[in-house]
């Protein structure tokens, strides 16, 4: 049996309901993403909150909430496949319990493993790669931060705490456009938003001034003795200059 | 924004991108102010053209220096530029660039402008500025000027998360060539103060202390008013506390703790830089040293800077011979071995062969060396042991360790678990079992390893022909970089 959900997180702890529950799954797929397969049966799968809380219970109480994050950052992640890492996962460890994170030896332990360290990676490097802006809202002429990126893994969610605890005197707003979402924070609060349209704002007359001291210095302090570019973009990803004044050009 | 703002911060951070460390690591803190924070593990922001990240906006506060080091840009004689930074102006910049979440936070070097203490103050003023009228709480190293005084490396060091002295030579006489107004004393009085002040930190605060509860200010820590180490230079005895008129009047017992920047002196720990190969030592007594300044000083890091020659000097290595990036690399993984692996630098180098082998890592030389010890069986290894293995690392060892205790490990397990099998399998068993193939002996090994690391160079520079690396300059000096420390002992 197929299962289709509608890419929610509660969705997909319904499938995994019934996967225990109505048939084993052989597939789970988000709705965007499934292709007709004429060899299996494809059900479509209503999210149900009571369903998707009780797997959530059994993964909390069998296994571990340490563990039951971990699926969760698989599930943020863009690994391929991802539900059936992660229902292979929640079933290995309604085995084992909670040593199922020591057995690193395991395939199925291990693939979710690199997934959570992708996005564990990732919102690494973004805490440093996010570049923010100065900006004036065109309406009330306040200033805010603002930042475009765009993520490869889901991971809106997990930068936030660090970066409302950072500029937590200052509005700011990262809007990952890829995906059409936006972090919105001030003074330490923060929430998730789907942030489809532009902003009605404009860079403030500081900021381009202060864009060209940053690529100037940035320019200064590269070693023209140990060039060597190859390490640099294996640090930084040729797929984030794009958003990045220093190597972008501004 | 003042219109000489572009040409300083490239002046100056062209003058101060020698200096190696950028970490902005070893202090976790939430924002305690209106702005910024720290993560234990710092976090990069960007990385140059060199492949170096850059955290923290280094730079230099003036690079008119009244000193006349040998190897030095800045030095006193040579031709170029002298800018020097305002702190107010310099604290603005640090702010503006840190909400774009340009940097991590401030590395504040300078020249020595006028006298150490001069300068000092101007460094301080740019600190305090940033830390008490901007709010800033994020992170702060602060370069350290050899004879500064002891009040003033106190007041910076509340203000600053890291501190780091450049030791700047491996051995005196070197420093004494090179650096001749540098006197090493001067460089170790800040040194030990440092050390001896987070050691008494760190006894004031332990459980069952009753000072623990005590407000910042008379902790004995926050010295600003005590005079703790007023007047006794560097070498404080560590009795001079119970000596110490306390201020009167505060509380005895604070009912929270005050959590603010200025709580500790240098969270961060201290750090320290040497330059290599302008100078002759050997690389053993280059390990030497540094780990007598790890036992001695309790420092996070000694880290290593391969000479760029920018200087033509009679005692320096000739401007054409290239920056010792090898060496540097070599030297580094043996100072991973000795922070990380429980390694000595008497295992790492012995007094008959005194220089690294620049072809393989320390680590396979140290395991061929002792060949007898070999395989360890990973089963049953202590975490030292697992150590010991070329290819382990603490990630992969405590890896293994933790999956012993729920089911064994086998062999197919280890490339999972991180284990880089091309060089453990010859130094490893599991369950019994060697997985090595023949070549059991110290000197075949020796040759596969050679050859991997060839092809493995010689991938790379099919992969990337523009740029010259460490392989090329090898080649082309034919073989290492030995000959021009003979040709520098020549010029001696």
Redesign the interface.
Known sequence: MNYIYDNTYEGFLTCAYHHWYTEKAEGIFPDELYQLDLCRYAMSVETDAAKAERVLDAVNARISTWDAERIYKVFCSNEPEKEMKMLRYIALGFRHGPKIRLMHGDPVVKAAEAAEQRVGREVHRLCGLVRFSEARDGISGNTLLYAKVELDNDVLEFIAPHFSDRYKSEPFVIHDVSRGKGLFAYGGEWEVMPLEAALPIEASEDEHGYRLLWKGYFDAMGIRERANPKTQRGFMPARYWKHLPEVSGL | ?ESG??EK???L??SA??DVSCSSSGHAR??VG????A?C?G?????????????L???LLSNDCVYDCKYCVNRRTADGARRTFEPKELAE?TI??Y????I?GLFLSSAVLVSPDHTAERMYECLWLLREVH?FA?YIHAKIVPGVSPELLTQIGLVADRLSVNIEMPTSQSLSLLAPQKKPEAIFAPMTQITRTQMEQRTLKAAGNMQRLRPAGYEGIDMGGTGLYVGEGAGGEAGALTSTPRKTGGHIVSESRRKTWNEKFAPAGQTTQMLIGASPESDRQILHMSEALYRRFTMKRVYFS?Y?PVVDAPELPSLLS??P?RREHRLYQADWLLRFYGFSADEILTETEPNLDYDLDPKVIWALRHIDAFPIEVNTASEAELLRIPGIGNVSAR?IL??R???K??Y???K??GVVMKRARYFLTCGGRYHGGKEQEAEKLRTVFMLESRAAEDAAAL??PG?L?AADIRRALGGGEKPQISLFEASL
């Not at chain 2, 976090?43 to 955290?55: E, K, Q, V």
């Open positions: 924004m703002t572009f911060l490239t002046v951070g062209e991108k020698y939430v924002n209106r702005i910024g924070s993560a593990a976090i990069c922001h960007t990385w140059t053209s060199d492949g170096r990240c850059l955290s906006l280094k730079v910049l503006e660039f909400r774009r979440n340009y991590e709010g994020g391969a760029i290239p920056p990036l890896r933790r999956q205790r729920v089911q490990v086998r197919e397990d280890l999972k678990m992969m990337n740029t690396n």
